[in-house]
Structure formats: C-alpha cells, structure tokens
C-alpha cells in the first residue's frame, strides 16, 4: 500500500516557488504544484484557499527571504525607524536573482512613498 503524501501549507510554498523558478509565476497553478509535489491539486485545497491565496503566500515568501535594514529608502515607519524595500541591500537583489520567477520586478514607483 501506497504511503499518503503529507502536505503542508509550506511544504505547498517551497512547490510553489520551484515551480515559479522554472516557469515564472504565470506558471504556476494549483496543478502545476501539486504536480510538482506528486499529488492532484485538489489536494492543496486543505492547505490553501485558492490560487490567490497561494500566490500570496509566495510573495510573503520573498519578503520573509529578504533582510529590511533601517536608513535606505526613506519611509517613516515611526520612532525614526525607515525602511528597507525601496532600495533592497545585496541580500534583497540575490533573493531577486535566485527566484526572479517569483520575484518579477515591480512597475516603476510601485514602492514609493506617498
């Protein structure tokens, strides 16, 4: 008898960026990465609640990849902290550079300040 496949929910996300890394993000699909993970994409259902929501979790991904450092793009967040994401550091570029499928480059002046 075959062994049931457990999946979770980061499992699901480390699939999908795999996926993303080869095809770009219009590749990926609820069964591309339950294809990548040897399971039918209705499977992922448990663990995610559509598409959307799976997309989402990819760039929380990124961001969660990416080290904020104070003082580069000038954007107040309070007590005379700034943050980071205008003008990401090298860790910030090398993320870009290793998953560019799921990273792709926002539209100019996408994370300017208001």
């Known amino acids: 008898m075959a062994r049931r496949r457990i999946l979770t929910r980061e499992g699901i996300v480390a699939a999908g960026v795999a996926v ?19 399971v039918e994409g209705m499977s992922l259902y448990h663990h995610v609640t559509n598409k959307d929501d799976l997309l989402d979790a990819l760039a929380a991904w990124v961001f969660e990849q990416i080290e904020l450092s104070s003082g580069r793009c000038g954007v107040a967040l309070g007590d005379g902290a700034s943050c980071a994401v205008g003008a990401p550091g090298p860790s910030g570029a090398s993320v870009g ?14 994370l300017a300040a208001p």
């Open 20 to 38: 993303a890394d080869r095809s770009g993000i219009e590749g990926v699909s609820m069964r591309s990465v339950g294809k990548e993970l040897g």
């Open 97 to 110: 550079d290793r998953h560019a499928g799921v990273s792709p480059d926002p539209e100019p002046g996408a």
